[in-house]
Each structure stands twice: as structure tokens, then as C-alpha cells.
């Protein structure tokens, strides 16, 4: 396996550089003085050591022993995951960003998102279990009855109990409108669970004493499709009066799915037979609440197509650095060797760029979606939040969809660097491949995000959402104009900008005649603004560098090498935003002119 070092250098550089985080963190009453720098340093330098050490030797024995279950339903995760999860929770970690009413530590949930992508880089398998606890404790917090929230948020905050959220459904996965569990009111104002859900990550495991399922299931005579859906609390283990658990409840796992990666994390088909839950928010508002966690897990979903480049880069540059093969066609670099290391060739360094511009990219778009989130969650003045959570949920779509296509991409010329070796289980590299590929399809799609960011969020708002953020690209390259250094990057840029909202004007028009012109644009549309966007977070992340530079530092090859990542990405990378651009206004007809059952005879 690559050895893991988290890059506490890069995560540093846009907490503190990019994105002015102590700034940030001043300016909300809530962290001023809990976030001091001090302590951000102590809890990255903790965290890392915590990953390095115990998550990162597990990353492969997960792999290779997976998830055992017995016939009694009950789930043995592989070896150290479970001694591994209790110096987790002896450490704090769980409850970093959580609010102290419920045993929280009161800091930042942007800290905690730090903490999950150095937890991700490390094992993401493992760092599912008490990744989906964040969804549960969110939605509980924001939809629970005061006493859901003094039953639950307690333990789940701790960690002595994790989450889980149980939506999909043998005959429909996306589709929640036709989901077929049931909910049943009992005399004593809880209700009855009836069905099967699939696809349950982490769903049954030793970790934890108990586990707090979010279910989707109808009430009886409730409205068909997406309205007549409503929100229960399921505990594997009915709590007792003093918080302890009870008796066991009605609900088991019946198995594990045999999956292409994650192997580490028990994917489970859930079997709920009339077991006892707890109704959340309001009847038939089920999936307005569930959007809590799923907008949640979204985020957290980004982040593994960053945490996966930055893993797989971290594999792929070691690599290079050592392996010898052929000699530069410049001449010998290392003569004294019998070849040179293979990091001379242009096309290897050419897969390494790719690789370092997508997690360092991807790195600083999360940073900034995380950031709005603290905004809305904790910012006292309104029009701030009203702000940000809008920005927020334009770029959701994006740094979900896009970030985890390339992500994936990156992870496949992590094994491409490797050669034969990369193809071979022990390096570890097609491992990442593997456990990356989930993260395209979990929570919503590609093109389903797709449609949620050009059909929602632009064309629903007419336009609104994305006008507001093309403005402060706007306002970027207006202020850096006069910018020798960046001046080619700027004008480059501000041509896509402008782009952008001429290719939406297009599809929308097309939209109003033909519907389907939307869905037939989508995934391309999402691509582009995703190279768009990163193209964006490039150029600042070198203004960063060039001012660094231009004021004299001790540094200068890591900001020559911001700079020189920025221009590759601008060169070789942002024009593929071309090829969307050509083909999401090709027309509906393109895709739909085919009958069906002509597409094979």
C-alpha cells in the first residue's frame, strides 16, 4: 500500500492562505475563541497522527478480510477496526464539530470536514462508520423533538453510537417516490417499520453499542410519490429511560452485498420487520427532512473524489521518484543509474499534474463549500447566511459530481504510473480505484446531480444561482486585469465565464420547446462548470503564490509549484470544458432520436 503522510502543508496553505480561515472563524461569535490557530494546529497535527498511525495500515487489511456476518444477522468489521474506532472515540474525535449542548466540542464543522478528508486519504472504508453518524446527528438536530435530540444526539455526538441513513429500495434506488416500506402508528405514539432497504453502508457492525437508523417509510392513506413519504428513528437497540441500550429492536441485517470496493464497510440489505421507530418532522415531509442528511453526505461524497486523488497521487509520486525505466530523451538525468526514474517522462509527469491539480483543487473546493456552511449554520447576521447558503447549495452538485468523475480519473492514472504494478493488489493502487467508483454513483448520480444543478438550481431560479457566482469570478479577473503573471490565466477565465452564461441561455431556450434538452445537457453542463470553477479556485490559489514569491519567502518552490500546477491546469486540463461546451447544445434529438429497442438486434 502507499504510505500515507497527510499534507498538513497543503491543507495549511487553503485553510490560511486561500480561504482565510482564522479570518473566518474570528468572525463568527460562535468560534472566535474556541478556533484560535493554536488549537487548529494542535488538532491537524493530532488528527494526522491519528490517521497515519492507526487508519492507514488498515486501509488494505480491510480489503483483503472484508466484513464477516453471522447467522445471527450480527457483523464482525475486519481486524483493528473496531480497537481502531474506540482510540477514535477515547480521542474526542467524533464530537469535534458538534455543538456543546450535546457533548460537543463546539468548533467549526469546516475543522471536522479537515479532519474527514485526512480520515478519507488514510481508509476511507473505515472512516464510513462514523462518516454517516454526521448525517443522523444533523438531521436529528434540525427536524428531532427535544427529546429525540436528549435520547439520541448525546450518544451520537460521543460516538458510543453511529448513524446510518436507509433510503434505497430493491425495485428503486433514485426513484423514492415508489417506495414501498411501512409505517404503522402503535397505541404508544411510536410506530411500526415494515420493509427491506439496500445498499446500507454501515448498516450492521461491532463498533459501536447501538445503531440509529434513518428510515423513509409511508403512513398508512398517504399521498403517492414523494409527498406521501415520512421520516422515522429506528435504533438497532431500543434506548433505556437512563440512555442506555434496551432491548434489541425488530430490525436485522439479512446480508452484505458482494461490491466491486469499500470492501471494509458493511453494505447491508436491512430487513426491518415491525420494528419500533420514531417519527421525525412532520408527516409526508420525509424527504424535505432526509435532504438534510443527503445535502451532508453530499459533501462528504466530494470529498472522497479529492481524498482519492490526493491518495493515489501520494502512491503514484513516490513511485515515479524511484522506478527506473528508459532514459530521458534529453539525455541521461541520473547516469550513475542503470535508467532514469520514470518521473523524467513527460507523459508520467503529465498523469502526476493531472493527479496533484485534481486533490489540490478538489481540496480547496470543499474547503470553500465547508466554509458556507459555517456561515449558514453560526453567522449572526442573516443576509450573510441567506448568502452562503445559496452559494452552498450551487456548488453541492458540482463538487459532488465533479469532483468524484475526477477523483476516479485520478485513481485510474494512479495505477496508469504504476505500469504492470499498478494492476497488481499488493501495491494497493487498484484498490483506490475500486473504492473510488462507489463515490459516481452514492448520493445521487452524476446525472443526477447533473439535473439538480441545471434543472434546479439555474434554470428553476432563471439563472439566479449561477449569475451570483460568475460574478465573483467576474470581479476576479476585473481586479487582476493588470496582473502580468497571471494575465494569460485571467483572460482565459473571464472567456469561460462569459461562456458559461451564454451556454445556459442557449439550453434554456432549447428547453422551453423540448424538455428533454435539459437531461440530454446536463452531465456535460456539470463537467464544464466543474473545470470552470476549479479553473477559478487555480487562479486565486496562484495569485497566492505570486504574492508569496513577489514578497520574498523561504518556500519558493512550493509556491513555483502552485504556480506551475495553476498553468498546467489552464493548458491541458480546462480545455476539455471545450468539448462539454460543443456537445451540451448538440440537441435532445442526439440521444433520443433512437428507438429503444433499436439500440441492439
Known amino acids: 500500500m502507499p ?36 488549537m487548529i494546529d494542535a488538532i491537524l497535527a493530532e488528527g494526522a497522527k491519528f490517521c497515519e498511525q492507526e487508519l492507514a495500515p488498515l486501509q488494505r487489511v480491510g480489503d483483503t478480510e472484508g466484513c464477516t456476518r453471522h447467522e445471527d ?62 448525517g443522523a446527528m444533523n438531521t436529528i438536530e434540525q427536524h428531532g423533538t427535544d427529546e429525540q435530540k436528549h435520547t439520541y444526539l448525546t450518544k451520537l455526538v460521543s460516538g458510543e453510537w453511529t448513524g446510518t ?33 439496500i445498499f446500507i453502508s454501515a448498516g450492521e457492525h461491532d463498533m459501536a453499542e447501538n445503531i440509529v437508523h ?22 438497532k437497540f431500543l434506548p433505556n429511560e437512563d440512555g442506555s441500550v434496551g432491548e434489541r429492536n425488530a430490525v436485522t441485517c439479512g446480508s452484505i452485498e458482494h461490491k466491486m470496493g469499500i470492501h471494509g464497510n458493511a453494505t447491508c440489505v436491512m430487513n426491518f420487520d415491525g420494528a419500533k421507530g420514531w417519527l421525525i418532522g412532520p408527516e409526508n415531509k420525509g424527504l424535505n427532512c432526509m435532504f438534510t442528511f443527503m445535502n ?14 490526493e491518495a493515489s497521487f501520494q502512491g503514484a509520486l513516490a513511485y515515479a521518484k524511484d522506478r527506473l525505466a528508459m532514459r530521458s530523451l534529453t539525455g541521461p538525468k541520473a547516469p550513475e543509474k542503470a535508467a532514469d526514474p520514470i518521473i523524467v517522462h513527460p507523459d508520467v509527469r503529465r498523469m502526476l499534474l493531472t493527479q496533484k491539480a485534481f486533490a489540490e483543487g478538489g481540496r480547496a473546493l470543499v474547503y470553500l463549500a465547508a466554509q458556507q456552511n459555517d456561515i449558514v449554520k453560526k453567522a449572526e447576521d442573516e443576509e450573510a447566511r441567506k448568502a452562503a447558503d445559496e452559494l452552498l ?56 446531480q447533473a439535473l439538480d444543478l441545471l434543472g434546479r438550481k439555474v434554470l428553476m431560479t432563471q439563472g439566479a444561482s449561477l449569475r451570483n457566482f460568475t460574478k465573483m469570478v467576474h470581479k476576479f479577473c476585473q481586479a487582476e486585469e493588470g496582473n502580468e503573471t497571471l494575465a494569460p490565466l485571467v483572460s482565459t ?31 456535460d453542463y456539470l463537467m464544464y462548470s466543474g473545470y470552470v470553477t476549479l479553473a477559478y479556485l487555480w487562479i486565486r490559489m496562484a495569485k497566492v503564490a505570486q504574492e508569496a514569491l513577489a514578497n520574498g519567502t523561504t518556500e519558493e518552490d512550493f509556491y513555483k509549484a ?40
Open 3 to 38: 504510505e500515507y503522510k497527510a499534507p498538513l502543508r497543503e491543507i495549511k496553505f487553503v485553510m490560511d492562505e486561500l480561504l482565510d480561515m482564522p479570518g473566518h472563524y474570528a468572525s463568527i461569535p460562535a468560534y472566535a475563541e474556541v478556533a484560535t490557530p493554536d
Open 73 to 134: 444477522g450480527s457483523v464482525t468489521t475486519p481486524t483493528g477496526f473496531k480497537e481502531a474506532y474506540a482510540k477514535f472515540v477515547e480521542g474526542g474525535w467524533p464530537s469535534l464539530a458538534h455543538d456543546e449542548a450535546h457533548g460537543g466540542q463546539g468548533l467549526p464543522e469546516s475543522l471536522g470536514t479537515v479532519m474527514s478528508e485526512m480520515v478519507g486519504s488514510s481508509n476511507w472504508s473505515w472512516g464510513m462508520y462514523p462518516g454517516l453518524s454526521h
Open 493 to 523: 477565465l473571464a472567456g469561460y465565464n462569459k461562456e458559461w452564461g451564454d451556454l445556459t441561455m442557449k439550453i434554456g431556450m432549447a428547453a422551453m420547446k423540448d424538455r428533454e434538452e435539459v437531461g440530454s445537457a446536463s452531465v
Open 165 to 197: 441513513m436507509c433510503l434505497t429500495e430493491p425495485h428503486c434506488g433514485s426513484d423514492l417516490g415508489i417506495l414501498k416500506s411501512k409505517a404503522e402508528a402503535n397505541a404508544d405514539g411510536s410506530y411500526s417499520i415494515s420493509g427491506t432497504k
Open 214 to 235: 434513518i428510515v423513509l417509510a409511508r403512513l398508512p392513506g398517504a399521498p403517492e410519490g414523494t409527498k406521501g413519504i415520512s421520516l422515522f428513528i429506528v435504533p
Open 296 to 309: 451532508t453526505a453530499r459533501i462528504g461524497t466530494a470529498l472522497q473524489g479529492a481524498t482519492a486523488a
Open 393 to 448: 447549495g450551487f456548488l453541492t452538485p458540482i463538487a459532488k459530481a465533479f469532483l468524484t468523475e475526477v477523483g476516479y480519473e485520478a485513481t485510474n492514472l494512479g495505477v496508469q504510473v504504476f505500469g504492470g504494478h499498478g494492476f497488481i493488489a499488493e501495491w494497493g493502487m487498484e484498490q483506490l480505484v475500486r473504492d473510488t467508483k462507489i463515490a459516481c454513483i452514492y448520493e445521487g448520480t452524476t446525472g443526477i
Open 562 to 601: 502552485k504556480l506551475a500546477t495553476a498553468k498546467f491546469y489552464f493548458a491541458r486540463v480546462l480545455p476539455r470544458a471545450k468539448g462539454h461546451a460543443e456537445s451540451m447544445v448538440a440537441g435532445a434529438d442526439t440521444v433520443m432520436d433512437l428507438d429503444a429497442e433499436h439500440f441492439a438486434f
